[in-house]
């Protein structure tokens, strides 16, 4: 499947439900968040019938995501039914990690090959203070129960480096990276949602931080999979350390990426609204011939690139959340 620029889109991420039991500062308002109405969430059959149509039309890896995705009740039977999809060759998760120790066994069996765990910080108030939840050691136990499975998942943790928040904690999360075979990731902050009002740390910044601690970091080139992330692997470290950098570093021209939100939006953009009403198309009883046409036609008009950072908003820009898109 190509668009209108000629890339090749292959990758969905999928956003289970815009709930969550953490309340990030950078990402969830804890004053009430407005989540969607149930009724408006794409139901189990909506779900796979859409990602059954994304996935004949030529997406090939699927993350699913949310909000927190562990939170969905049937989040096994999803997950087996679109890996056991024909032409699917991976399916991985998001997750923040609380509630990812019990369920991982069955995430395996259902065909999961990857999880990426968000984690800012190591030491247990940080992690509260930007997680608003007091649940750093059930993110711990997920993180060492995916750990205990890295012969047949592959492991990322990702982190949102922040201004005077999680400055001193980037070190030692790095460092997981050499005693555990995982690959550790630093996202820059996107201005959605809060992310607009908080304060990132660019690339070049951490990257200093982290030779000044473990020595010269020579580019390597990652796990597969790896997306549009930029990874160095220090001398002796079991796993990469990456940076994925939307901003600084912009990487729209080899964007390979389609979102559906819990909503049925396919958004073909982080930054803007741009996309389809699937969910509208389906529960009006659109035929699979319009609803492939109607793809195709979002597809060709995928925005070409984003512009974080040259404005402070702007027409057609999203409103939605970070929770609410998947990240
Ligand atoms: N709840 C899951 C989690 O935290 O991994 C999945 C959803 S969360 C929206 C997906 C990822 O987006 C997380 O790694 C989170 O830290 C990241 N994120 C949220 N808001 C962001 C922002 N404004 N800029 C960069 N990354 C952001
Ligand atoms: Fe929840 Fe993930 Fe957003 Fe944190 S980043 S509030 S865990 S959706």
Known sequence: ???????????????????????????MPEECPRWLPRERLLADEELLRIVELLVRMGIRDIRLTGGEPLLRENL??????IAAMEGVRRVSLTTNGVLLAGKLPSLLEAGISGVN???????????????????????????????????RLTVKVNVVPMKGVNEDQLVPLAALAARYPVHVRFIEMMPVGRGAYTEGIRE????KRLEAAFGPLLLSPGPAGSGPAVYRRPEGFLGNIGWIS?????????????????????????????????????????SREELLQAVEEA???????????EAQEGDGWEKRPMSGIGG
């Open 246 to 286: 939307a901003v600084s570093h912009k990487f729209c021209d080899r964007c390979s990426r389609i979102r559906l939100t819990a909503d049925g939006w396919l958004k073909t953009c982080l930054q803007y609204e741009a996309g389809l009403d699937l969910a509208g198309l389906l529960r009006k009883g659109a």
């Open 299 to 309: 597809i060709r008009m995928k925005p070409a690139c984003h512009a974080f950072g």
């Open 76 to 81: 096994e039977e999803l997950a087996g039914s």
């Open 1 to 27: 499947m190509r668009d209108g620029q000629g890339r090749t889109i292959d990758y969905l991420r999928v956003s289970l439900t815009d709930r969550c039991n953490l309340r990030c500062s950078y990402c």
């Open 117 to 151: 765990i968000s984690l800012n910080a190591l030491e247990r108030d940080c992690y509260r203070k930007i997680a608003g939840r007091d649940l750093w050691e059930k993110a711990w136990e997920g993180f060492q129960a995916a750990v205990s499975f890295s012969d």
């Open 204 to 207: 070049e910044e951490v990257l």
